[in-house]
């Protein structure tokens, strides 16, 4: 089924009985859920509960084993290659680590899929990237750094200039602020929620962090026994009865990260 994306109710992601095993592990089953255009949906649950296998599912990277899978009205496990590029184009992702190469510098990292996928020349594609590093909030003097030479911050910010290269709609994150310190942590929170404000974005995350859940999230979704329990905001979440989601939210992090929401709110 193909569904329309110009009415603002239709979902840019909907999710349908979605089942995902490796041999005889079940990782998904009968799994649903949507994510509404312009708002930002984190993913949360338990270790093994499968939250980057979906995303990996989402963007193609794995095909699932039952279940219909709808990106900006598509599913592209039925489209052939050609228009499957062009709907991937409208989506950008940041890997855990960020995955950026080794080999080139930021500036070619970033430049890499606007010379491959928009067809720009070098020239064109490296001024562009420079933009690109500057709404991340990268400075000048790192783009022509090499990863290795980078701060676990600098990297997320240059791996977040590659996944916007192509202008998407839709912006894939997988454990943006892992790894980072509290302070780089809240600003690359902040950088997100006003990259989705001013670019229109809708943002799929893949988080642990708290602080990012009450901080910037529309809606919070937890994956608990192969399936979405609930997809709602935050407070009706964290209300759920349930004892991962009661010792998550309400346990002494959950508690400090809801403190300073209240606080932040009240500012």
């Not at 290659?81 to 970033?110: H, I, M, Y």
């Not at 020349?121 to 003097?141: F, Q, T």
Request: proline share 5%.
């Amino acid at each position: 089924m193909n569904w329309s994306i110009t009415a603002p109710h239709i979902p840019v992601i909907r999710v349908r009985g979605l089942g995902n095993r490796f041999g005889r592990q079940v990782v998904h089953q009968n799994l649903d859920l949507d994510l509404n255009r312009g708002e930002i949906l984190a993913v949360v649950g338990g270790s093994g509960s499968g939250k980057s296998v979906l995303l990996r599912s989402i963007v193609g990277l794995r095909r699932p084993d039952e279940g219909a899978i709808q990106v900006l009205g598509q599913d592209l496990a039925n489209l052939d290659d050609n228009a499957r590029s062009q709907v991937e184009r409208r989506f950008g992702v940041l890997f855990q680590k960020g995955a950026l190469f080794s080999s080139l510098t930021v500036t070619e990292n970033v430049a890499l899929p606007l010379i491959e996928h928009a067809g720009l020349d070098r020239a064109d594609a490296e001024h562009l990237a420079c933009v690109k590093l500057a709404l991340a909030g990268l400075p000048l003097s790192a783009a022509n750094k090499y990863p290795a030479s980078l701060s676990g911050g600098m990297i997320k910010r240059a791996a977040l200039a590659r996944a916007l290269a192509l202008d998407p709609d839709i912006l894939f994150l997988d454990e943006p602020t892992a790894g980072l310190d509290p302070i780089g942590a809240a600003a690359f929170d902040q950088l997100i929620l006003t990259l989705r404000d001013a670019l229109g974005l809708s943002v799929f995350l893949v988080t642990h962090d708290l602080d990012t859940l009450y901080t910037i999230t529309d809606r919070v979704a937890v994956l608990s026994q192969k399936r979405v329990l609930v997809a709602a905001p935050i407070a009706q979440v964290a209300a759920t009865p349930d004892p991962w989601v009661h010792e998550y939210f309400h346990g002494p992090r959950g508690r400090a990260a809801w403190l300073a929401a209240s606080v932040q709110k009240e500012v």
